[in-house]
Structure formats: structure tokens, C-alpha cells
């Protein structure tokens, strides 16, 4: 059928099929900035604006819009001027990965036009419909208030750096209050319904400042990102952004049991279909066992995967794929391929799984490396330092806790997409959303049969991972059908796929048992570990050891011990999720502490710093629950911690005094109203020591730019921006003469890719090494042309090179005179970093609440973290990922769960039923960044992503305890357990 | 997507039309908010799609004293929030629109959506339970209306045969001062899933005295009155006993199911508290006490 409309104002007649929706009739015609992010529409990635009327076009017809008008992003920006709301996104940060920015303008765009005056709750509702995963809707408000009060003609206050006294001495850890005594109310007190100018201040974190803190031009100040501008229009950037001619739609065929033996399966209507083009399953792939975590080589067992097998361990594992000419005969074929199931009996709790006479989960004989898999155990891992027996002699008091966590999935917005095809060198080409493109490319070989050569993989910008695209999940398809075809396929998970049929975070069974002295010394701690790894073990072994590790080092205690099981069952599979076992560790460690207190009657802080590590502490356990073998290694040793002064600013900040005021705690005026608060002390990893590797590599260009190349995986965290203004900062030069490329398996160095943490500090201190060795070549190329003898004291500063004697010349002078003069050469350098240690950043993490005590509800009013990162590199880019971790985090503790029917099939797999905070339910947030200037970082930094994910369930769980004096040792707090907790039931 | 035929009527009458020609696979399309993504998940596979939404009999929104309130079945939830006449007499239907779904969703989907859609725990159908609201119904033996409480069958079952089409809903007038109540518990406070609600409105009579109307949202097969409350409140004074009797009625009208969502057991436990809450909320507008 013929739709007429109007697109951007320009009047058009478009052809499309009466079925299709209009968000692919627009990405058809070339309006990339609308984007896929769910079936059913809930993310709201599509929307557009109708008539002047934001709606989600992934839920409409085309026809529904025949005679309409409809606006999209890219109508925003006349050539290079963009739309002050575009403006505005890009200054306050609002923007990480990009995929749902376009909608958010529009959205802002929709309210914006009717209310030029709104309120902040008003923008929050007005953005309400656009689910993002990563800013925690902090800058996108700040962003949308701004750019109205410039649209109002008014100047808003520039952002200026909230810097803060200390609390704590400075350069010592004894934990002593200097004489800034906190004052009892926080110095800006905004309501989620406060005017415009009291939020615009919240772009920034607060500051406290090391006095030792290096002075620096572009590293530590907010710069916008480098990506940013192509994000704001909208411009074609990602996987799907990019269409060849002939490509193929592929989908899959996932298995409807939770276990059950394959033993046919007939092909043959599917494939009399016009236009299918292949069906790959068991029979006619080659069956090459592999393990699908993105780790380094050789990749941790077991190996329990072949690319299509014969037995279906979970609903939704792969049974079969269809390449066809569009996704409708694709989705048809499935339908028409007889698959005949043997059901077996499945289990799904992972107690369960380790009784005796439990369905045993993997029979394969070509199975390798699991312990003991006819007792579904995959992994039997133990640590220990001291005795703890003995420990639990010498205390005076033993406590022993048990905490239960649950399932949930990481939900980028762009869900995992992958376009494969042959090149004009017929190389096998991978462009895919992942957060690993050189595990990738080893990986997909063998089970391709592909020389790794033969083999390039490409991540453009990507929407979102969170670990979940830490996996070679989907690629190997792709190039099984590519191979097949001989033509262009693309594979991309709708949203139901993505949570049955990806990877999500590991649900555990913790124990805690702690010996303690009268005077709250602790004495001995045993952590016993029940993982739940579902159907395949891939990051099985890592995470849960990350679980033992973050559990037992928080504390100082002179008798530790980690006994974990990781156990198979019939559940999607866990895999890597931001935070990787802390959470779950911390979620136990914390929750308990906090018990141990009370019943020693101790205050709560006062008991958690007399026992937490402090500078010069060794971390004891490390060694023994590391990835590499680092035993005989000395023992990695604190450097710098600012965690009193975390906590510090953390209890001002929340009012932390009011938790004792029974008369806050129960507001007369409010019966059913109980309110408290909650904290929870954390600590994390930077990298992986001695295995993550990142390498860069910097040219100069004739105009004294530079191009920076690094293996680096930016998912939207700002890591292009941050490495760019390392390398800006070494060679004296402004962001933008930085030209990065990076995740490339072709054209950049190699790097482990984005996960534990580790960009930043890894990648980081690769581009810091090889800009600084680059320096040198310009300095002695200055020297050579200003004819100094001795070049060593040249400085690089705003473009120049200045010997000590005032003369200087320009970078550009230098590239033209390498380049084209004399004794011509390229100056260009490549280093690469891997770290023998992983400084830990510390956080003090705080959580007020209201419980409502007749329905169970839990109402997080305001959430408080205040980390120590090390020098913060760009403030913009660590605050947002403080705010959006924290915010996922709020989900994990508060609301989202994968809830199953009786037969293991989630019921629950698309947003709203499983539900993640909406930009109008957010409590207010605040973040402090507490500097401390780690030695081992490139310019002092440490990690930032991870961390925020640690503590806001224990926080959560304490606040829940200091309201309502009821102990939940279980998440999520939905309002029904909360109620069946209150009222024993 | 699976194919299927499209079109758009601009007539009640068309519409009429239409539908006497219709099978099992037509489907009538409102704001698709539903309807799309049921047939995207394969969970209906529909070979002819009827879109209401131009059709002007469906899309008005008119208020005159005498004949109350009509609202086509096609107009867009959004649209009761900008209207001064739904603010004035009928202000719990701008409180249940504002809690209802995000701007996106507001914009697309209708009135006659939530209705025809027929879920236990649509919030908007709730509402317009506490208002007497009457189903104006075409079909090809013409017009028929009935009561919205007769036109709810279950989930996902109306009173509407196959061949007909709910056209609009009328509230009729109400006479005095209106003020509302929706008190309601899901996961988070938007998201689309009510796990039970409760619907207070009252229209103030004389001096202390008042018409009541509550229904539920999540407490039963279909949203659901409760009249035994409502006489009740409307009995004598308005006093604790009164309150507490007639969340209890609300508690006893309640029939929940265990699903996936919630138990039984919790929803039953949340219909007198939201009740009691609907109903303090409704006569501290009213008179500035209860509370
Ligand atoms: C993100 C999101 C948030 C939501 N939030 C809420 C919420 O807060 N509260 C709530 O109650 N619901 C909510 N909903 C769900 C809502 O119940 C339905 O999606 C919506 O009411 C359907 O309206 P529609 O106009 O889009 O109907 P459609 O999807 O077009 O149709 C729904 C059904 O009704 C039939 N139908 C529609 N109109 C007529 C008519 N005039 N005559 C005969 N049959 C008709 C259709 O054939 C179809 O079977 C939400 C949905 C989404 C996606
Ligand atoms: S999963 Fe993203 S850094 Fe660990």
C-alpha cells in the first residue's frame, strides 16, 4: 500500500506492506535515529514525534500514520547547528551510549513546545516513556531543564565544580573528624518538584579535593564526550545503522523445555520455502565444544557448549536457525521446522540441583572441565587464610546469616545484534554489539573453521552491555550462515530473546558465619557460596570467585575461609553482569554486618571502621581468588583509600542522625509511614591484575592532530572520551585535535575489551605510555629544528613545542617537518599496559526510605554515594556512571526479577511486567566524588563503573531495618515480600 | 509482522459496514497498544485490521449538563487531561490518566482500548465504573447500550457480539460537586500493571451528605463496584465506623486470584487499606476531613 506523509516537512509517498510497523518504514527510508528497543514499545527507543504529539512508532502501523506529519531528530539540526536541547544534552552529559538520546530529545522537544516553564517533575514525566539503562535520568533532566531556561532567553548558571572541605583528616586514615563538623541538613535541599534552579547544580558531582592532586588541563576537567555530537543527531552509528545489499534475516528457534533430549529434527518445509535460504541445528553444524564467556585465552572452563546441540538445557536455548530473505519468511520457517522432544525432568533452584537424584543437566561424554557435573556441580572452588575454626573457638560471640539472591538481566536497550558477511577479500566480517571484539575473533574460529586471520571484527557504537555482551553469544551464527549463504545476515534478539536467551546475573545462595570479639573485633568469617549458573557454565568460575573475594576483603579478619559450589540448572544462563559477584557478596557482607552490630548492640559505623581495611592492609585473600595464578606473588597491599572520608561526606550528605529521631522515623502525621535510612560500605577491583591488557597506538597528521587507535571497547561509558583527553593532556593539545578509533580487530591494537572495571585504568595507562613516547619523538623533532643540543626540557603546551628558552614551534611545524622536510619520518608510538595489581575503589553508599506499612510498598526517597575513584579523569563521564550504576543497582534491589511459570518458562520477558526505573519513580541522587591519587593509575585514577552497583541492596535492606525493625534477607523488595515480612506471613 | 489487510473508515457508518462483512480474523484497531504487540508475539494473527481512529462519531469528546459527559471509544487517554470539562466534573478521570502509562502510551492508546481490552486491572475502566458510565454499541443490528459493569465479562471477554464495535461511553451529569480518589499498589508507581486499585468518587448532595460510588482495579475478574460500600458511605455520617465498614464491604467484595504478579492472599489484604485510603483522600477534598 501507498502511506503519504510528511517526514521533517518534506511531503512524501512511501510504499510499505500494511503489516509494517513504522519504525522500520522510517529506518527503511534513511531515519536511523529511530531505534529498535522493544517489540511491544515499552523502552520507547522508537518514539517520534506525531502531529507535534510524542508516540512510539515501534507500536504502530505505517498505515496509522498515513496523513500525518512526523518529526524525527535528524529535522532538529540544520547542517552543523544543532537544536539547544541537543546543546544542552551534550554539556551536562546526558548522554552514554546514544541509543535512546534521540528520543529523549524528542520527548523534551514534545513538552518543551507546550510548557516552556516546566517543573522538574514535569520533565521527568514527560520523559517517563523512554527507558534508559544508563544515566540514572540525572543529566537528562539537568539537560532538559537547562535548555529551557535557554529557550526562555534566560543565562542559565554555568556549571561550576562543587568543591567540598574534607571531613575527615586529610592524608591519614585514622578516621578522626577534622573541623569541618558536619552541619545536620544537606546544603541544597531540592524536592523532586524544585524549580529549575535549584537542579541545575546537579550536572556535577561534589568534590573533595587531594591536596596532593596533580594540576592538569584536560584530564580531571568535564569535557563533552567525543562522541557526543553524532549521538545527538542521531546519526548512523550503530550495528543496525548499516544495511548491505542482499542481506539475509536470520532467527531462531529456541527450545519451548526446560530440558529435553532433541531426537529429530525435519527441515525440509521449512526450507521449501521461497525464500529461505538455510536452516542450521544439530544435524548439520559441526560440533565443536566451546566455553561463550568473552574471557582471555584459554577461555575458563567448562567446555559445555557446541554451536547447535541435540539436548536443550533451558526455555530458550538455541535449537535452530533460518536465514531468509525478510524476517516474516524467516519467523514463518521456524514455525514449519518439526522438532521431536524426549522432556526430561528439570530443576531450577540450585539447592535443589546438588540433591541427590537431581536431573543431571550435562551427560555430553565430549564434556570438559566441569567437577563433577553428574552431581550438576561445575565448579568446587575453597580459599582460605588462618583457621576459622579456630577463630570461632577464640570469639565471643558466632553469627551465621543465610541471604538469598535472585535473577535478573542486564537490558541494554539495544539488544544483541550482529551483521556478518564475506568482504571483497572474502574475510569473514563481524560487525557486532559486543564488549569483547578480540575474544570474539578468537573465539568464533574454531567453532567457524575459519583461520583467525580470515576473520574481522568490527563494534561500532553500541547501546548499552553491562556484561552481558561480555560473550561471544550470537556470532557464531551469523558466520555459520554467512559461510552457508554466501550472503549478508543479520541476526538481532528481539526483547523476549534477550532475557531468555542471552545472559543475566547469577542468583546465589550465601552464607555467612562470623565470630566476633565483645569489643566487635572480628575473628573469623566463613562465606559459604551456592552459585546458580544455569544451563552452561561460561563466567561460572569468575564471578563466583569475584563473589569470595569481594565478601572476604572488605574486613580485616585474621581467619577467613570461601567454600562456593557452582551448580548447573535449568535457568537462562548467568553470565556477566556489571559488578560480576560483588553485589550478590556485598548484598550478604553487609546486610550481616549490619546484623552483628545491632546484636552487639554497636553502632553500626562504628563497627564497620573499626574492622574495614585500611591503607597498608594487605588484601590476604586475594591471592588465592585471583584469575591468574599469582601464588608466591607478595601481597597486594592498599595504597589509598578514602573511605572514612566516603563515609563521612555520605552520613551529611543523607542526614545519617535522623535514623535515630523516632519521631522522623515515625511521622505522626503519617500512620502507616515508617522512614530510615540505610548504608552499606564497598570496595571493588580495578582490572584484572596480570591478565587485562590494553594497547594503543598514536600518529601525528600533517596539521598536528593525532590519531588515536585502541582496542578499547567504548559501550557508551565515555572510555573514547576519557583515553582521547589522557593522550590531549600528555601532548599539550586541546580534545579535539584527538581523532580516536577504536574496537577494531583490523586496524587497532589489541585489548582484553570492556569488562572488570578496567578500561580506564588499563587502557588508559597503554594511551598514556605511548602518547608520553610519542612526546619524546616531538620533542626531539623541536629540538632538531629550533637547533637546541639538548631537547629533553622542551614542554608541549597549547599546540606548541617551547624549549626552556622561550622560542617554540608548532605542532603542526612539527608534523610538516617530519612528514615533508627532513630526515622524513612518521613520529607514531605504540605501548601497551597490563597491571600487577587492582587498587580498590572504596564508596560509602546511603539509601533513605519510606515503607509504607499496610501495603508493603518501600518508597526509595534519596539515594547518596560517595566514591573514591582516584583522580577522576572526566568528573562528567564518572558521576554518570555513578548515577546510572546505582540506579540499576536500585532495580535489582527493589523491583526487577525474572518470575517463572512451574515449567521454567519466564513469563515476565518484556519491560513493564519485568520492570526498571522510569525517569518519573527516581528517588533524588547525589554523588561525591572523594579523590584519592592512586600511584599505579594513569594521572591518579581508579575505577568508578562497577562500584555503584555494590551497595544499594544492603543500604536498601538496613534502611528497611531501621524503618520497620524487620530483617529481609532476600531481594528484590517488592511490595509483597516487604508486606510478607512485616506481617510474618 | 505477519500480513494483513488495513483500512480506515471515516464513518461510524463505514465502520458499520466494514464489520457485517467481517470473520474471526478482523480486528478493530484503537491505539494499537495492545492489539500490535499481541500480533507481533504471534499471539493473534488477524487478517484484516479496522483502525478506528478516524472515524468522528468515535473521537468526540463533548460535555453538555443535561446529557453529561461522552467520550468516543477512539479519543486518546491523553486527551482527558487537556479537556476543562473532564477537570470540572470528572477530575478522578484526569487523576487516573496522569498514573496512566507514559506520554507515549497516554497519546496512543483510548478510551474504548481499556474497555474493550478488557483486563482486571485496566485503572481508566476503573474509574469509569464509579461514574454509572453507559456503552453506546453499533453493530449490524444497530444501536444497543448497556451498563459498563454489564459490558465487562472477564479477562479479555465483553458483552460485545462479534460483529459490533463499542462506539462511545456517556457519564451522565452529576449535579454538584465531584471529587475522586484512585489509591492503588503495583511494582513502582507508573508501569502498567495494577496489582489492586481502588476507585473512590463522591458528588456532595446537600451538607454532609454525598452520592458514593467505589470500584476495584486487580480484585477481580473484571473491575468490579461495590455497591455495598457505597451505601454505606451514603447511609448517615461519615464517621470512622462508617470508613472502616465500608473498606471492609470493599474487602468482601474482593474475589483475587494468585498470578504471576501477586498473591491472592496480598491483594485481598490490600483492598480495605486502599479503600480506606480512597475514601479518607475523597472526603478531605470534600469537606476537609477524614483524613
Ligand atoms: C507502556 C504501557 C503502559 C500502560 N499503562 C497502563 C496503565 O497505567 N493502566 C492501564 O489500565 N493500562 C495500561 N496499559 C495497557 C492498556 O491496557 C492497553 O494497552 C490499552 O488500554 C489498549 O488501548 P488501545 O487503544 O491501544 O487498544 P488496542 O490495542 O487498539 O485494542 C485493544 C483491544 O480492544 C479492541 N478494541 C479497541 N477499541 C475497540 C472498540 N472501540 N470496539 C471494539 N473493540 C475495540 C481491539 O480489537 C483489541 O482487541 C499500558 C500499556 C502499555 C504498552
Ligand atoms: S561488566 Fe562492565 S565493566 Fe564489568
Not at chain 1, 74 to 77: I, N, Q, T, V
Not at chain 1, 657 to 661: L, S
Given at each position: 500500500m501507498k502511506i503519504n506523509v510528511n517526514i521533517n516537512g518534506i511531503d512524501q509517498t512511501l510504499e510499505c506492506a500494511a503489516g509494517e510497523t513504522l519504525l522500520r518504514v522510517l529506518r527503511r527510508e534513511g531515519y536511523f535515529s529511530v531505534r529498535f528497543g522493544s517489540e511491544t514499545g515499552e523502552s520507547g527507543a522508537g518514539a517520534i514525534l506525531m502531529d507535534g504529539e510524542l508516540v512510539n512508532a515501534e507500536v504502530m502501523l505505517a498505515a496509522q500514520a498515513d496523513g500525518h506529519r512526523i518529526e524525527t531528530v535528524?529535522?532538529?539540526?540544520q547542517g552543523r547547528r544543532l537544536h539547544p536541547i541537543q546543546e544542552a544534552f551534550m554539556r551536562t552529559g546526558a548522554i552514554q551510549s546514544g541509543y535512546s538520546t534521540p528520543a529523549m530529545i524528542l520527548a523534551a522537544k514534545a513538552l518543551l513546545d507546550k510548557n516552556?516553564?516546566?517543573?522538574e517533575a514535569e520533565v521527568r514525566d514527560a520523559l517517563s516513556g523512554v527507558l534508559d539503562r544508563e544515566t540514572g535520568y540525572v543529566k537528562p533532566v539537568q539537560a532538559v531543564l537547562e535548555a529551557a531556561a535557554i529557550l526562555r532567553g534566560e543565562d542559565p548558571t554555568p556549571i561550576e565544580p562543587n568543591v567540598l572541605k574534607p571531613i575527615t583528616l586529610p592524608g591519614r586514615d585514622l578516621d578522626e573528624y577534622g573541623d569541618a563538623a558536619p552541619p545536620s541538613e544537606p546544603e541544597f535541599p531540592v524536592g523532586s518538584d524544585g524549580p529549575a534552579v535549584d537542579t541545575r547544580r546537579r550536572a556535577l558531582p561534589k568534590f573533595v579535593v587531594a591536596p596532593e592532586a596533580p594540576d592538569l588541563k584536560v584530564v580531571g576537567k568535564p569535557q563533552i564526550k567525543v562522541d557526543a555530537l553524532k549521538l545527538v543527531k542521531g546519526n548512523p552509528a550503530f550495528v543496525d545503522d548499516f544495511e548491505m545489499r542482499g542481506m539475509l534475516h536470520a532467527k531462531l528457534l529456541t527450545s519451548p523445555h526446560a530440558h529435553a533430549r532433541i531426537l529429530d529434527i525435519d527441515d525440509s518445509e521449512a526450507l521449501a520455502m521461497p525464500g529461505v535460504h538455510a536452516v542450521l541445528h544439530y544435524k548439520n553444524t559441526p560440533r565443536v565444544p566451546y566455553a561463550s564467556g568473552g574471557q582471555s585465552h584459554p577461555n575458563p572452563p567448562p567446555y559445555d557448549q557446541v554451536s547447535f546441540d541435540n539436548k536443550v538445557r533451558y526455555v530458550g536455548d538455541r535449537v535452530a536457525v533460518v536465514a531468509a530473505e525478510t524476517p516474516e519468511i524467516a519467523t514463518e520457517a521456524i514455525k514449519r521446522i518439526k522438532v521431536t522432544y524426549e522432556v526430561l525432568p528439570a530443576v531450577f533452584d540450585e539447592n535443589e540441583a546438588l540433591k541427590e537424584g537431581a536431573p543431571v543437566i550435562h551427560d555430553e561424554p565430549d564434556l570438559e572441565g566441569a567437577y563433577d557435573p553428574a552431581r550438576n556441580i561445575v565448579h568446587h572452588i575453597e580459599a582460605r587464610v588462618g583457621d576459622v575454626e579456630e577463630g570461632f573457638e577464640k570469639a565471643d560471640y558466632v553469627f551465621e546469616h543465610t541471604y538469598r539472591v535472585h535473577q535478573v538481566q542486564q537490558c541494554p536497550i539495544e539488544p544483541h545484534i550482529c551483521i556478518g558477511y564475506w568482504d571483497a577479500d572474502e574475510r569473514l566480517v563481524l560487525r557486532t554489539s559486543t564488549q569483547v571484539p578480540f575474544h570474539v575473533r578468537r573465539m568464533v574460529a574454531p567453532l567457524l573453521g575459519l583461520p583467525l586471520k580470515r576473520i574481522r571484527v568490527i563494534k561500532p557504537r553500541i547501546g548499552g552491555g553491562f556484561g552481558v555482551k561480555q560473550e561471544m553469544l550470537i556470532e557464531d551464527i551469523v558466520g555459520h550462515l554467512v559461510m552457508v549463504t554466501g550472503r549478508p545476515v543479520k541476526l538481532e534478539l528481539n526483547r523476549a530473546e534477550e532475557f531468555m536467551s542471552s545472559r543475566t546475573r547469577h542468583p546465589q545462595t550465601i552464607t555467612f558465619k562470623t565470630g566476633v570479639t565483645k569489643d566487635g573485633r572480628l575473628v573469623a568469617q566463613r562465606m559459604r557460596v551456592i552459585g546458580n549458573t544455569g544451563a552452561y557454565g561460561t563466567h561460572g568460575l569468575t564471578v563466583q570467585i569475584v563473589t569470595g573475594l569481594r565478601g572476604l576483603s572488605t574486613y580485616n579478619c585474621p581467619n577467613k575461609e570461601f567454600v562456593c559450589d557452582v551448580v548447573y540448572t535449568n535457568i537462562p544462563v548467568p553470565g556477566a553482569y556489571r559488578g560480576y559477584g560483588a553485589p550478590q557478596a556485598h548484598f550478604a557482607l553487609e546486610s550481616h554486618m549490619e546484623e552483628i552490630a545491632e546484636a552487639l548492640g554497636m553502632d553500626v559505623v562504628e563497627f564497620k571502621r573499626k574492622n574495614w581495611i585500611k591503607v597498608g592492609d594487605p588484601m590476604d585473600i586475594a591471592p588465592q581468588l585471583g584469575e591468574r595464578d599469582t601464588e608466591g606473588a607478595a601481597l597486594p597491599i592498599i595504597m589509598t583509600s578514602g573511605l572514612a572520608e566516603c563515609v563521612a561526606q555520605g552520613m551529611k550528605a543523607i542526614g545519617w542522625?535522623?535514623?535515630?529521631?523516632p519521631n522522623w522515623r515515625q511521622p505522626p502525621d503519617r500512620p502507616h509511614i515508617r522512614r530510615g535510612i540505610g548504608m552499606a560500605v564497598c570496595m571493588h577491583g580495578t582490572a584484572i591484575p596480570g591478565l587485562d591488557m590494553g594497547g594503543a597506538s598514536i600518529k601525528i597528521n600533517d596539521d598536528g592532530s593525532f590519531n588515536l587507535l585502541v582496542g578499547a571497547t567504548d559501550l557508551g561509558t565515555g572510555s573514547d572520551t576519557v583515553l582521547a583527553q589522557i593522550a590531549a593532556e600528555v601532548l599539550g593539545v586541546p580534545l579535539e585535535d584527538i581523532i580516536i578509533y577504536s574496537s577494531d580487530t583490523d586496524m587497532t591494537p589489541f585489548d582484553t575489551g570492556a569488562y572488570a572495571s578496567s578500561t580506564t585504568y588499563i587502557s588508559g595507562m597503554a594511551v598514556k605510555k605511548a602518547a608520553e613516547e610519542l612526546r619524546e619523538q616531538i620533542k626531539e623533532r623541536a629540538g632538531l629544528m629550533l637547533g637546541l643540543e639538548d631537547w629533553a626540557g622542551v614542554r608541549l603546551e597549547d599546540r606548541r613545542a617551547i624549549a626552556p628558552d622561550g622560542r617554540s614551534v608548532t605542532l603542526e611545524e612539527v608534523a610538516l617537518n617530519s612528514l615533508h622536510h627532513q630526515d622524513q619520518r612518521q613520529l607514531m608510538a605504540t605501548a601497551s599496559y597490563v597491571s600487577p595489581e587492582s587498587p580498590p575503589p572504596f564508596a560509602g553508599q546511603f539509601v533513605e526510605v519510606e515503607v509504607?506499612?499496610?501495603?508493603g510498598q518501600v518508597t526509595v526517597k534519596k539515594m547518596v554515594m560517595a566514591v573514591d575513584c582516584g583522580v577522576a579523569i572526566n568528573p562528567i563521564t564518572a558521576s554518570g556512571q555513578v548515577e546510572g550504576g546505582m540506579t540499576q543497582a536500585l532495580g535489582y534491589a527493589h523491583c526487577e526479577e525474572m518470575v517463572y511459570d512451574e515449567n521454567g518458562r519466564m513469563v515476565n520477558p518484556q519491560f513493564g511486567p519485568y520492570k526498571i526505573y522510569r525517569a518519573d519513580e527516581m528517588p533524588e541522587i547525589e554523588v561525591y566524588l572523594v579523590q584519592t591519587v592512586e600511584p599505579s593509575g594513569p594521572f591518579g585514577a581508579k575505577a568508578v563503573a562497577e562500584i555503584p552497583k555494590d551497595g544499594v541492596a544492603p543500604a536498601l535492606a538496613n534502611a528497611v531495618y531501621n524503618a520497620t525493625g524487620v530483617r529481609i534477607r532476600e531481594i528484590p523488595f517488592t511490595p509483597e515480600r516487604v508486606w510478607r515480612a512485616l506481617h510474618s506471613c | 509482522m505477519q500480513p494483513f489487510d488495513y483500512v480506515r473508515p471515516r464513518s461510524l457508518a463505514e465502520v458499520a459496514q466494514l464489520l457485517e462483512e467481517a470473520d474471526a480474523q478482523t480486528c478493530i484497531l484503537a491505539g494499537g497498544t495492545h492489539l500490535l504487540p499481541e500480533i507481533e508475539l504471534g499471539r493473534i494473527r488477524p487478517r484484516l485490521l479496522i483502525d478506528i481512529k478516524a472515524a468522528p462519531e468515535l473521537n468526540e469528546l463533548r460535555y453538555t449538563n443535561s446529557e453529561g459527559l461522552t467520550l468516543g471509544a477512539a479519543i486518546p487517554i491523553s486527551q482527558l487531561l487537556t479537556s476543562p470539562e473532564v477537570r470540572r466534573h470528572y477530575p478522578l478521570l484526569q487523576e487516573v490518566a496522569r498514573i496512566w502509562g507514559s506520554v507515549q502510551v497516554r497519546n496512543r492508546a483510548t478510551v474504548g482500548g481499556n474497555i474493550c481490552q478488557a483486563s482486571p486491572a485496566a485503572d481508566m475502566v476503573t474509574a469509569l465504573l464509579c461514574f454509572d458510565a453507559e456503552c453506546r454499541i453499533f453493530g449490524p443490528e444497530g444501536e444497543r447500550w448497556t451498563p459498563l459493569e454489564r459490558f465487562l465479562l472477564g479477562p479479555g471477554r465483553t458483552a460485545l457480539k462479534p460483529n459490533e464495535v463499542l462506539v462511545s461511553v456517556r457519564l451522565p451529569s452529576l449535579g454538584g460537586k465531584s471529587v475522586g480518589a484512585y489509591r492503588f499498589v503495583r511494582k513502582g508507581k507508573g508501569g502498567h500493571v495494577t496489582l489492586a486499585g481502588v476507585a473512590v468518587r463522591a458528588v456532595a448532595i446537600s451538607h454532609g451528605v454525598a452520592s458514593w460510588r467505589m470500584a476495584l482495579a486487580g480484585l477481580a475478574s473484571s473491575p468490579k463496584r461495590v455497591s455495598e460500600a457505597e451505601h454505606i458511605l451514603e447511609a448517615g455520617e461519615l464517621n470512622e465506623h462508617a470508613i472502616h465498614r465500608a473498606a471492609q464491604k470493599a474487602a468482601d467484595a474482593a474475589e483475587p486470584i494468585d498470578d504471576a504478579r501477586a498473591s491472592a492472599r496480598y491483594r485481598a489484604a490490600l483492598a480495605p487499606v486502599l479503600a480506606e485510603r480512597s475514601i479518607r483522600a475523597v472526603a478531605r477534598q470534600m469537606w476537609g476531613y477524614g483524613a
Open positions: 535528524e529535522a532538529l539540526s516552556p516553564n516546566p517543573t542522625e535522623r535514623r535515630n529521631d509504607d506499612i499496610e501495603t | -
